[in-house]
C-alpha cells in the first residue's frame, strides 16, 4: 500500500486531567515487573485511505472506542512492536535503535497488507510518548521504559480485503527485569506445533503468530518449562526460535551461531546487534541451519558450550535446558555461560550509555 502519510504531523496534547498519584506511581516504579503499569498516556494517529495519516495526538492513557465489526476483531489485522527508553546516568533520556523498529514495523505493515508508518513519524510518535511520561522511569537497577507501539484495522466492514481505516498506538510501561532472578537460565520445551511455515507470516511482527503461539506456550508451562521452541515447519527439525526470542548457540572452537532468516523467523533488533558484538570480539559468526539432533550430540560431547535467547524485554538469557518429547538434555552447567554474560553486559552497557556507542545505536532524545 503506498504511503501517503505526512510525516511532519503537529502532535495535539492533551494531558491527563487526573494522572496517578505520586505515591501510587512511585510503588509501581519500585517494583513494576513487566507489562502490568502503563503511563499516564497514550498515543494515537489515525489512518484513513485517501486522507493518509492524521489527527495526531497525546491523549489520557484509556479504553479506546472500538467499532464491534472493526476488521481487526475479525481477521487479525494487527502488527506491533517493542523498544525500550533508557534513563541515563546524566538525566537524559535515550532510544536504541528504534529506525530499525520503524523499518521493521513497516516490513510488517506491507506483510499483512496495511498502511506503512514514515519511519520519522514512527519515532516522533514514540519520543512524544516517552516525553508525556517522563516522570515514569523504573526506579529500580536495570529498569528502562518499554514502549508498545502497534497499529490494527479500525475500519467496521466484514469483507474479506484490505481494511480502509487503521489506527496506530503507542503506550509505555515501567520495566524491571523481564525475569524475577535478573537472568537465570532458562528451560525449553521443544514444541510439536509449528510457529511459521514458509511463505506465512514468520517475519513479521503480529499478534496473530503470538495468538497460535499461546497453546504450545501454554503446554510449556504445564510441563514446567520457561519458554516453547519451535523448529521449522516442512522438516521439523531445524531449531528457528522461541515464542519471541531469537537463540543464538555458543561452540568450543570460538564460534557463534544462530538460525539464518529464512522468512519464518522474526528479525530480532537484539539478535542483529549481538551479531555485530559479537564478530567485534573476534568470533566466528556463523548465520545457518543448526538442527535439534546436532544441538543435543555438541551439548552431549562438550562442542556446545552455551545456547542463549535474546530479545528487547530480557535482552539476553541463558538457556541451561532443553526438552522434548523425545527427552532432555543439559547445557554447560545450566548456568549462564561466559560468553552470553560477556554480550549481554556489553549490549546492556552501551542501551544505557554506559558504554561508548561505536555503532550510531543510541538515540538520545533528551
Ligand atoms: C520481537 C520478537 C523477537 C525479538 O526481537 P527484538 O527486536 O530483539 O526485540 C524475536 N522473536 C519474535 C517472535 C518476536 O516477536
Known sequence: MATTADSSLTFARTPHPAPTAVDVRDAVLADPGFGRAFTDHMVEIDYTEGKGWHSARVVPYG??????????????????EGLKAYRNADGGI????????????????????MPELPAELFIEAVRQQVMADKDWFPTVEGG????????FASEAFLGVRPAKEY?????????????KSGA?????????????APGGTGAAKCGGNYAASLVPTAEAFARG???????DAAEHKWVEELGGMNLFFVFDDGSILTPELTGTILPG???????????????????GRYSLDQWQADAASGKLLETFACGTAAVVT????????????????GGPGQLTQKLRQKLVGIQRGEIADTHGWVKRIA
Open 269 to 287: 533488533i537484539t539478535r542483529s546487534s549481538l551479531l555485530q558484538l559479537a564478530r567485534e570480539e573476534g568470533l566466528t559468526v556463523r548465520e
Open 318 to 333: 541463558p538457556v541451561g535446558k532443553v526438552a522434548s518429547q523425545t527427552g532432555e538434555f543439559a547445557i554447560g552447567s
Open 225 to 231: 518449562h520457561d519458554q516453547v521452541l519451535f523448529l
Open 94 to 113: 535515550s532510544l536504541f535503535r528504534p529506525e530499525a523498529n520503524a523499518e521493521r514495523f513497516n516490513a510488517s505493515a506491507r506483510r499483512l497488507a
Open 167 to 179: 489506527k496506530f498506538l503507542v503506550i509505555a510501561s515501567p520495566a524491571g527485569n523481564y525475569f
Open 184 to 196: 537465570p537460565a532458562v528451560s525449553i520445551w521443544v514444541s510439536d506445533y509449528t510457529r511459521a
Open 144 to 151: 528502562s521504559m518499554y514502549l508498545r507501539p502497534f497499529m
Open 63 to 80: 479504553p479506546i472506542p472500538l467499532d464491534p465489526a472493526a476488521a481487526v476483531l475479525h481477521y487479525a489485522q494487527e502488527i506491533f
